[in-house]
């Protein structure tokens, strides 16, 4: 059984930095991209980010670019996203999703709840 | 920037098919997929490329695509399948964004 498991989620103040994972299970990690996927309280869902298998390419929505990194670990079967200088905005719950060549994001994680506020 | 445009809802009666559109301009060439998200739960896989069904998802959920417009159709939509539904899809420009819609809540009453 496929299993996608977020955790680093919190509260932070505006500025500070937040290092979320996601823990896969279930399948082999290290043939699939992946990506994190973020939702505002209330609002629509947002693609943040997604990484290659190896790691060799990584893309993010603009919103972002320079503040986060995401980063992997196949001997882990770990997914990462390191958040420098958050914002209020930022404030989301973070999800890790499998994206599957023809699928496109199969399988969701249950989301961390990030919170920027002073 | 690359946008895709739902109706914020769509309302209907039990047993009523549901239609929920879908448009952006590299549909044509792109794939749309669908996203249900029932309150406070990870969203739901029910339609990869423009009309495929994953396992597990009732035939009353279909995808078509033509043109500029997808559309996720619920035949016979039941109480249970209310929610949020997002398509996705991703620009054709070559520059790797990714995309959803801003979502519509359907209401089955």
């Known amino acids: 059984e496929v299993q996608l498991v977020e955790s680093g989620g919190g509260l932070v103040q505006p500025g500070g930095s937040l290092r979320l994972s996601c823990a896969a299970s279930?399948?082999?990690?290290?043939?699939?991209?992946m990506s994190w996927v973020r939702q505002a309280p209330g609002k629509g869902l947002e693609w943040v980010a997604n990484?290659?298998?190896?790691?060799?390419?990584?893309y993010y929505v603009d919103s972002v670019k320079g503040r986060f990194t995401i980063s992997r670990d196949n001997a882990k079967n770990s997914l990462y996203l390191q958040m420098n200088s958050l914002r209020a905005e930022d404030t989301a719950v973070y999800y890790c999703?499998?994206?599957?060549?023809?699928?496109?994001?199969?399988?969701w994680g249950q989301g961390t709840l990030v919170t920027v506020s002073s | 920037s690359y946008e895709l445009t739902q109706p914020p809802s769509v309302s209907v009666s039990p047993g009523q098919t549901a239609r929920i559109t879908c448009s952006g301009d590299?549909?044509?060439?792109?794939?749309a997929y669908w996203y249900q998200q029932k309150s406070g739960q990870a969203p739901v896989l029910v339609i990869y490329?423009?009309?495929k069904r994953p396992s597990g998802i009732p035939e009353r959920f279909s995808g078509s695509s033509s043109g500029t417009m997808a559309t996720l159709t619920i035949s016979g939509a039941q109480v249970e399948d209310e929610a949020d539904y997002y398509c996705?899809?991703?620009?054709?420009?070559?520059?790797?964004?990714?995309?959803f819609g801003g979502g519509t809540k359907l209401t089955v009453l």
């Open positions: 990484i290659k298998q190896d790691g060799s390419e990584k």
């Open positions: 279930g399948f082999t990690f290290s043939s699939y991209w």
């Open positions: 999703a499998r994206d599957d060549f023809t699928k496109g994001k199969d399988y």
């Open positions: 490329e423009d009309s």
């Open positions: 590299a549909l044509p060439k792109k794939y």
């Open positions: 996705y899809s991703t620009d054709s420009s070559g520059n790797h964004r990714e995309v």
